[in-house]
């Protein structure tokens, strides 16, 4: 690794403080989150016909109780790290686990948030429908936070109430990969610079309309991670590189979302963002791995760079030094690494603020 790198390094990893006392209740009332299988922590165990499950070992394998949960990792995923760097227990859970439980235990939860996010979804409505037999889009999961919403009046008896909840909130987004994986998935090897800047361009114009959506059901802080950069993913790598392509439009989908966020914002001055650069963020953790404890960013922990994991895969030794658990997703320990970025990074890869400074803007 050349010198100026290192040193660039080191002055991203000397993060900027937000002081946290890990001892007082969470940092905001309740967190919303919205998303992919990044976030998803069970909600397509209850889609009975969705194929895009993490409902088998060795899923799971390292969260407590080694029980496979739905979460696309050996553990706890990033929504999961992030609530934890809140101050609460975990994500909160699915809603559309909630929705079959008991109505106190439904009523109590979504006062301190609620996770909607799906994996195989995308910023699309079509997006994974159809190759994963049903996922709940971004749409869909405005809609059931629409729901929410008028429980939680209902609950508290009190409209304005809940919009004083509601408006310092926390609602976090990943989501936008499975734009991408589809385009690939339907076209193969013909995807075209054109296919990919036109599917680009309608993502964005449509997450600005899924951000103005929830802003308008009372959402003023947001907390985004932009997408990883596809193109290193190992389902999607070259044989010796990165797909260099692939990872043009996604770091593009970062400048342009950052577009999206200051325009949003310049038309709503009450509304405030965190975005993370998550491109940049992971390709320094595939140039510089040892920065992020982790030897191995190119294959998966689970399953090879050709067959995905699954219950017989050979699995490697140590978890934790690997950047990927299976073709898509990171393992629980870069999990940690990425929230904590999200949570306290500089604006080199957070801005304008990070999680923690959002989490206590007025
Ligand atoms: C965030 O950064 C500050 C200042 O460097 C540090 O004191 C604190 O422990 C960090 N918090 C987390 C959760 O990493
Ligand atoms: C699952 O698929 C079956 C057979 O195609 C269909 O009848 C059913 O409505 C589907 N269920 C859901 C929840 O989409
Ligand atoms: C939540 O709100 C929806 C729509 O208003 C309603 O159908 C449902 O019964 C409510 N759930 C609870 C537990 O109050
Ligand atoms: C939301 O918070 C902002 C900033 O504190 C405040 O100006 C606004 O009135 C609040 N809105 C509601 C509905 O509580
Ligand atoms: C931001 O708003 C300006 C003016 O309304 C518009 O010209 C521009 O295209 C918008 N950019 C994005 C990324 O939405
Ligand atoms: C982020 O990545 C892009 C594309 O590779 C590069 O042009 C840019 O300089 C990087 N930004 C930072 C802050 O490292
Ligand atoms: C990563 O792990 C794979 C097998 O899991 C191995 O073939 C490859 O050489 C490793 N790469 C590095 C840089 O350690
Ligand atoms: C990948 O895993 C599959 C199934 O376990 C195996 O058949 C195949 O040989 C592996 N490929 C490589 C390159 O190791
Ligand atoms: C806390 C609680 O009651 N959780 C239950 C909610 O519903 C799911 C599925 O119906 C159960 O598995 C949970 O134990």
Not at 42 to 52: D, I, M, R, V
Not at 182 to 190: F, G, S
Not at 207 to 215: A, C, G, S, T, V
Request: with cysteine; hydrophobic share 40%.
């Amino acid at each position: 690794m050349g010198k100026r790198l290192s040193v660039m390094l080191m002055v991203f990893l000397g993060m900027v403080g937000c002081s946290l006392n890990m001892n007082t209740k969470p940092l905001v009332p309740a967190v919303y989150i919205f998303g992919d299988s990044t976030f998803d922590v069970g909600t397509n165990h209850f889609l009975s016909n969705c194929t895009a499950q993490a409902d088998h070992e060795p899923y799971g394998m390292d969260f407590p109780n080694s029980q496979p949960t739905g979460r696309f990792s050996n553990g706890y995923n990033t929504a999961d790290e992030i609530a934890k760097l809140l101050g609460f227990e975990m994500s909160p859970p699915p809603f559309l686990m909630l929705v079959q439980n008991d109505t106190e235990y439904f009523r109590s939860q979504i006062l301190k948030g609620v996770n909607f996010a799906s994996g195989g979804a995308g910023i699309l409505d079509e997006t994974g429908q159809e190759r994963f037999h049903g996922v709940v889009s971004m749409a869909d999961q405005i809609q059931q936070f629409a729901t929410v919403r008028s429980n939680i009046s209902e609950h508290l008896k009190s409209s304005a109430d809940a919009d004083a909840m509601i408006n310092e909130s926390l609602f976090l987004f990943s989501v936008g990969s499975n734009d991408f994986f589809d385009l690939y998935y339907y076209n193969n090897n013909a995807v075209t610079e054109k296919m990919r800047q036109d599917l680009l361009k309608n993502v964005i114009a449509r997450y600005e309309n899924h951000l103005e959506n929830l802003k308008n059901y009372g959402a003023r802080k947001f907390g985004i991670l932009s997408i990883a950069p596809l193109g290193c993913v190992p389902v999607m790598r070259l044989p010796n590189d990165c797909n260099q392509e692939l990872n043009a439009i996604t770091y593009k989908f970062y400048v342009l979302l950052k577009g999206v966020l200051k325009n949003l914002t310049s038309r709503f001055p009450e509304m405030k963002y965190s975005l993370t650069n998550t491109h940049n963020t992971t390709v320094e953790m595939i140039l510089a791995p040892e920065l992020f404890h982790i030897e191995n960013a190119t294959s998966p922990c689970c399953g090879n760079l050709t067959v995905n994991c699954g219950p017989d895969s050979a699995v490697c030794g140590n978890h934790d030094k690997y950047l990927f658990w299976d073709q898509f997703h990171p393992t629980q320990h870069v999990s940690v690494e990425a929230a904590t970025l999200v949570f306290n990074g500089t604006n080199l890869y957070v801005a304008p603020l990070n999680l923690c400074q959002l989490a206590l803007a007025k």
